[in-house]
């Protein structure tokens, strides 16, 4: 899964603009393999990993463990619905992946909104509803979007939509084949 999302999560890294001092949250890192990338963006950096699975949270903590001493560095297991942070406390967040889970996507789209510090930066992630529709794994268990789909939940939330960048990838399908995929880079703002 890292390979494949890849290029999704460097064009949310790159689209967070990170800078020095920020306290970044990722939410549903999965195995955050990509760690590194994100803390050379800046210095004094802070990672806080928010994932479901603690199968996940084990292998990011495996995986990344030579971050976690200077403990600049932290991942947490959480239920999908609370964010267990106090108001206020994030620079950036970003999520890659994930949106097609959230089980009331305005209320949590609140709750991140809670998290974030005034003029934060939210990036969300997104393959588009096109793409996926015809996925044998998606079915009834993923709730697909388009930008307008996307653009119609911010709208009724307190973020601020600043851009919808589409985007291009091959990746590779699960039976071994080429896929180019289309998928969405959304910057949202508190």
Same mark, same amino acid.
């Given at each position: 899964m890292y390979s494949t999302n890849l290029g999704m999560i460097t064009s949310s890294i790159n689209a967070l603009a990170i800078a020095s001092g920020n306290k970044v949250l990722e939410i549903g890192h999965g195995n955050c393999h990509h760690l590194p990338i994100i803390l050379e963006q800046?210095?004094? #950096?802070?990672?806080?990993?928010?994932? #479901?699975s603690e199968t996940m949270k084990t292998e990011a903590e495996l995986k990344n463990k030579e971050h976690l001493?200077?403990?600049?560095?932290?991942?947490?297991?959480?239920?999908?619905?609370? #964010?267990?942070?106090?108001e206020n406390s994030f620079d950036k967040v970003m999520t890659a992946n994930t949106i097609y889970f959230w089980k009331k996507p305005l209320q949590f789209l609140e709750e991140i909104y809670r998290v974030m510090k005034p003029n934060g930066t939210f990036v969300i992630a997104f393959a588009q509803k096109d793409f996926m529709k015809d996925l044998p794994f998606v079915k009834e268990k993923f709730q697909l979007y388009n930008n307008q789909d996307l653009s119609d939940l911010v709208s009724k939330s307190n973020f601020k939509l600043i851009?919808?960048?589409?985007?291009?990838?091959?990746v590779i399908g699960t039976a071994n084949e080429l896929i180019n995929r289309n998928y969405a880079v959304a910057v949202l703002e508190k």
């Open positions: 800046a210095e004094n #950096i802070q990672f806080y990993g928010l994932e #479901i001493k200077p403990q600049r560095v932290e991942f947490t297991r959480y239920d999908g619905i609370s #964010i267990p942070f106090p851009s919808i960048d589409d985007k291009t990838e091959n």
